[in-house]
């Protein structure tokens, strides 16, 4: 199937669906798009140059990140940030060009690529880990902003024997 190529059928509305490579093209371009986010059909740079280097497409030499945000500033509207499907479809030609090849093998390479996350996994911390190796106010489960009975004199001040009348330890002279 060519890049134009498309069937339309017709619902019982009598509305128009396309089916075919150009949906597979664009179903690859809102997942790019809403990669990350909330599901969108509008395109921002960075989703826009993450698609083409996860394509294989910005490979350093022929076309790099650089060509990449020329052409979406070329191709998105005067004051906007995104782009739509249309305007991306309009920048494909744009990218054969550079890349000596044509629209719909560029089509193709961005269909056939999906967006990737390459989040990191943390590694084990003994005295993060370990609750047993917890010392001090954290031993006793963190600190607290609840005292222990804010109404009386005995939560603020400790009045056992070995204290002195103002409820200070003999320690504390």
């Keep these: 199937m060519g890049f134009l190529y498309f069937i339309v059928s017709y619902s019982y509305r009598s509305t128009p669906i396309i089916t075919s490579a150009i949906m597979s093209l664009q179903d ?13 059909k ?3 740079n960075a ?14 030499k022929t076309f790099t990140g650089t060509d990449a945000d020329l052409l979406f500033s ?13 305007q991306f479809q309009n920048g494909l030609a744009d990218i054969a ?15 056939n690529s999906s967006p990737q996350s390459s989040g990191t ?7 993060h880990d370990d609750k047993n190796l917890y010392t ?29 009348i103002r409820g200070a330890t003999t320690t504390q002279k």
């Design 28 to 40: 690859a371009f809102e997942a790019f798009a809403s990669f990350g986010g909330a599901p969108t």
């Design 42 to 44: 509008e395109m921002d």
């Design 47 to 60: 989703h826009f140059t993450k698609m083409l280097k996860e394509s294989k497409i910005i490979d350093g």
């Design 74 to 86: 070329k191709i998105k509207g005067k004051g906007e940030r995104k782009i739509t499907f249309a």
């Design 97 to 111: 060009t550079k890349k000596k090849s044509s629209s719909e093998a560029i089509a193709d390479i961005i269909t």
């Design 121 to 127: 996994k943390a590694d084990a911390v003994k005295f």
């Design 136 to 164: 001090g106010v954290y031993k006793a489960g963190g600190p607290t902003n609840i005292d222990r009975d804010p109404a009386s004199l005995s939560g603020i001040v400790d009045r056992r024997v070995s204290n002195d």
